[in-house]
């Protein structure tokens, strides 16, 4: 199993930045895959950014431009740059992990993103 733990989110102005953390442990070996994923209340869960192991990085098309998902192996620590954000990514930021074998998931317990004047 691996365990998630996010960081980085808070109160930003529409057109500032932030950068959210992901500090991975566990079966780090085992990670395949990692994302970031958003959801507010009442609508369906987003996928923001992933990042698959030898891959290129890809994003949902509502972010493409502005936000850039990134590793750091030595920390095991996923991070997604945000820049020029706006009211509509107000969210909860969840990390995810997929294993080997692409049927076993983690989940962090997400943080709070929310871009206002």
């Known amino acids: 199993q691996v365990q998630l733990v996010e960081s980085g989110g808070g109160l930003v102005q529409p057109g500032g930045s932030l950068r959210l953390s992901c500090a991975a442990s566990?079966?780090?070996?085992?990670?395949?895959?990692m994302g970031w994923y958003r959801q507010v209340p009442g609508k369906e869960r987003e996928m923001v950014a992933l990042?698959?192991?030898?891959?290129?990085?890809i994003y949902a098309d509502s972010v493409k431009g502005r936000f850039t998902i990134s590793r750091d192996g030595a920390k095991n620590t996923v991070y997604l740059q945000m820049n020029s954000l706006k009211p509509d990514d107000t969210a909860v930021y969840y990390c995810?992990?997929?294993?080997?074998?692409?049927?076993?998931?983690?989940w962090g317990q997400g943080t709070q993103v929310t871009v206002s004047s």
């Open positions: 995810n992990s997929v294993r080997l074998g692409g049927y076993n998931t983690d």
């Open positions: 566990g079966s780090i070996s085992s990670i395949t895959q």
């Open positions: 990042i698959i192991r030898g891959g290129t990085p």
